[in-house]
């Protein structure tokens, strides 16, 4: 078949029905909503992406007769800053040894490490979508294609010689089919069910009152507040914030439904928040914030009122992001996560396709042994093994 493959300047030059036709075909709410349009519109018209951020947006369109049928999205960064993937080693390797790793091309949600599909449409196009980056990294003097976060299917099915498939962790929680809260604490040791109760005591012991707030629940006074605990989380973990101001007013504006924001408040105040987003099947938290620095919120407001309400609605699991075992004794199990990886250079390729051998195997024996040191009942370890 004669296909058009386009390498576009930017999410506007694609109508956001032709782009999330192939991001959400079933027409539900997405599986997760950080591919749809409107979330990679926000980063474009914030300019928390685009020039100057490292992130120049250049998505990937398969036409078939002037109708999209494949698509990725897909930057052209001059950092590694933003990925949660990391490979700053790489990157200072190669350059001792002379070569130049930015800019690099790479198939990413910005700023989120949630794992979710990258090739998106008909998955018989997801060969021609991958070996259409190579070509362009190739043909641009890049150094490398990169594709992070991707489901492990299309690991899997595209992972070969020469595109290295790497395999790293975070700390995901499942839902057991509980009918509350309580009953997910049944299932974990007599110790670690005490350690949480004591956390949620401690954090519900301050005289504040916590909210879930969704849809038209949200107010902008709600983004001005999380704008602040994001400023103040951002300005500490990374120097400076990744994300603009006005991702959140898009946010507001246009996914409203598709997020939840957990607020903490003194009176009127606001004086802490976690910034949820909401699919199909996951709750994502993504960011957190405090201006009153107070024992134990964090632990309520990220992972425990994320529990409380996915439970509530039904859903499956929570990603709390990347890192952290702290996560662990909360009830978050180390999960594997995959990533792509198509490097030009052949012997930079092949010092990284030893290394991701070697990781891999690290990863899958710390995945065993975390696993056996949850927080979870040994008998019911053994259940769901």
């Known amino acids: 078949m004669a296909y058009e493959i386009a390498l576009l300047e930017g999410m506007a030059e694609i109508a956001a029905k032709d782009w999330d036709a192939l991001a959400n075909p079933e027409g539900l709410r997405p599986l997760d909503p950080f591919t749809t349009h409107r979330f990679l519109s926000a980063l474009d018209r914030s300019r928390s992406t685009g020039k100057g951020s490292g992130w120049t947006t250049r998505p990937l369109v398969i036409r078939e007769d002037d109708k999209p049928v494949a698509a990725m999205p897909l930057y052209v960064k001059s950092h590694s800053q933003g990925e949660y993937i990391f490979d700053f080693g790489w990157a200072e390797a190669y350059e001792r040894a002379g070569g130049q790793y ?35 990294t190739r043909d641009n003097g890049l150094s490398s294609c990169h594709v992070t976060f991707c489901t492990g299917e299309e690991a899997e099915a595209l992972e070969g010689p020469e595109i290295l498939h790497r395999v790293t962790q975070q700390f995901h929680w499942e839902n057991r089919g509980y009918k509350d809260f309580d009953a997910f604490l049944a299932d974990l040791s007599s110790r670690k069910r005490k350690m949480i109760r004591k956390e949620r005591e401690a954090a519900q012991g301050h005289g504040l009152t916590i909210r879930a707030l969704t849809g038209a629940d949200l107010r902008p006074e709600h983004w001005d507040a999380m704008w602040a605990f994001y400023q103040d989380t951002g300005s500490r973990k990374w120097g400076t914030p990744y994300l603009k101001r006005g991702f959140f007013d ?54 425990y009122q994320a529990i409380d309400w996915a439970i509530t609605h039904g859903l499956a699991r929570v990603e709390a992001g990347a890192q952290g075992e702290h996560k662990l004794a909360r009830g978050y199990l180390p999960t594997p996560v995959h990533s ?36 979870f009942r040994k008998d019911q370890r053994e259940e769901t093994e």
């Open 340 to 375: 792509l990886h198509w490097i030009a250079d052949p012997g930079l390729r092949g010092a990284v396709a030893r290394y991701l051998r070697q990781e891999r195997a690290a990863v899958d024996e710390e995945i065993e042994v975390l696993t056996d040191y949850g927080p």
């Open 102 to 136: 930015y800019p690099k091309l790479q198939s990413a949600v910005p700023f989120t490490p949630a794992t979710g599909k990258r090739f998106l449409g008909d998955p018989a196009l997801r060969p021609l979508l991958m070996q259409a980056a190579i070509g362009i």
């Open 250 to 303: 898009e946010v507001h504006e246009t996914m409203a439904d598709d997020v939840l924001l957990v607020l903490a408040f003194q009176g009127d105040r606001a004086v802490a928040g976690a910034l949820n987003f909401i699919g199909r099947e996951t709750l994502y938290g993504r960011y957190w914030g405090c201006t009153e620095n107070l024992p134990c919120l964090h632990f309520e407001l990220c992972y």
